[in-house]
């Protein structure tokens, strides 16, 4: 059958795709770009369905699901990574949590078949298909592949603006069930039309940085979903200078200034990097920390603002990896700004695999000089480093791609894993260097693989050292204000 015959005979209404949906199924989604005609459709008949579970990571728009007194026909739960939607679901009990890496996501369906429960449904958002009936996921393919691969069913919704990414991120329409074509209307694209958007925000400020998030990170076609969630949220609901640093729209503060002066000073000529979104990483190319060194290489689950600018500009060339040379490989462009995905568009210099592939220990250790730079909530002076829980066990985000981005970067011959961290939090009022973690605290990366903690005040190097030679240094890089209080709090624990 030719591949246009089968589209058209495949192509569906979202009530139509939405009723694929049996009570009992477990239906997946996942980050970037996310489906929205489909799961309105589902949520919309929640009368209907009964324990209809719901999995997501990191979801980017909520048809009702999450909403305090949702009905009961939705079970929520989150894998490796919740963020700002989920986490009050998370927070109330609303929702559950799956720790579980990237990479070794799918060794359970592969290699555990009694252990494994069916991937029912699988929805995603994908191009149109290309001339031999190929549709791509764009610019965030994350395990979208991995997923169809695996579901029983694969429901797409196809938008013409998702653009066509090179690596192993095709799908072809033989590999889909149905699809549903839905390209959400641009709106909110002038001045004028986000102002009337914004005009029920009260507060003067809150409405400020609303307008700023939108016009500088949101791209237009994702607007139309977002903007009413955004506008819709109570303040205080979303940080959003939380939000701002994330993505790195804010104007740099002086702490991460410092910090990237710092990590600059770790980085050389011909190193393979990976940075992850989040101040004071997601800053670092706009910095211009990496702009006087000589062809870099870059491997890394995300790429954040500027990075395909500096591939652009040839700084970033790849010419000394070990694998994939030459390329600058990723998988997801999440992060970047709309000049940067106008660069990546159906360029052959970039290239998008599975986070399985990306994030995988081995395959992140076969580049050589691999530099590994991931932000951390808070480190305790032997090297335990925490990035997914605050206060105890309260989950903030999660692990990502992170454990074997640092982990791989370790095992890397000449490689480097440099932590980020800023010296206190909450204002100043607490250090982020502790003697011990609070109870319930995640470990995300163990002491023993801790290797650079890098904060404003400098530098500390852990690989070989010992408790007490590791203690000395974290104090050296705390905040002033702690200092004499983690040395006697180390000092009480035996040690200095």
Known sequence: MDWREEYRRKLVSADEAAAQIKSGDRVFLTFGEWASAIPGAIFSRRHELKDVRIYTTAAENDPGWYNPGAPESFKMAQICFSGELARASLDEGRSDFIPQPLSTQFKLYDERPKERKAIDVFIATVSPPDSHGFCSFGAYLWNKKAYAKRARKVLAEVNERVIRTRGDNFIHVSEIDHFVEHTPPLLYTTDEEIDTALASVEDAEYRKKLKFIISNYIPPHMRGRVVPFLTQAKEGDIDLDFFGRTFGLAEPEEWVKRIAENVSTLIKDGDCIQVGIGAPGVYFAQLGIFNNKIDLGFHSEV???????????????????????????????????????????????????????VTNIKIV??????????????????????????????????????????????????????????????????????????????????????????????????????????????I???????RADLTERANALGMI
């Open 303 to 357: 790429m954040s603002r500027g990075i395909a600018k500096l591939v652009k500009a040839g700084v970033i060339t790849g010419k000394y990896k070990t694998i994939n040379i030459g390329r600058v490989v990723c998988t997801a462009a999440t992060g970047a700004d709309p000049e940067d995905l106008a660069i990546i568009n159906d360029n052959p210099k970039f290239e998008l695999y599975a986070a399985d592939y």
């Open 365 to 474: 250790s076969a580049n050589d000089n691999q530099v590994a730079m991931n932000n951390a909530i808070c480190v305790d002076l032997t090297g335990n480093i925490n990035a997914e829980t605050v206060l105890g066990p309260r989950i903030w985000g999660g692990i990502g791609g992170q454990p074997e981005l640092h982990i791989g970067a370790v095992l890397s011959r000449g490689g480097r894993a440099i932590t980020l961290l800023r010296s206190t939090a909450m204002g100043g009022g607490v250090s982020r260097i502790v003697p011990y973690m609070d109870e319930g605290s995640a470990i995300t990366i163990p002491r023993y693989f801790a290797d650079y903690i890098v904060t404003e005040y400098g530098i500390a190097r852990m690989y070989g050292k010992t408790f007490r030679e590791r203690a000395r240094e974290l």
């Open 476 to 482: 050296a890089i705390a905040h002033p204000d702690f």
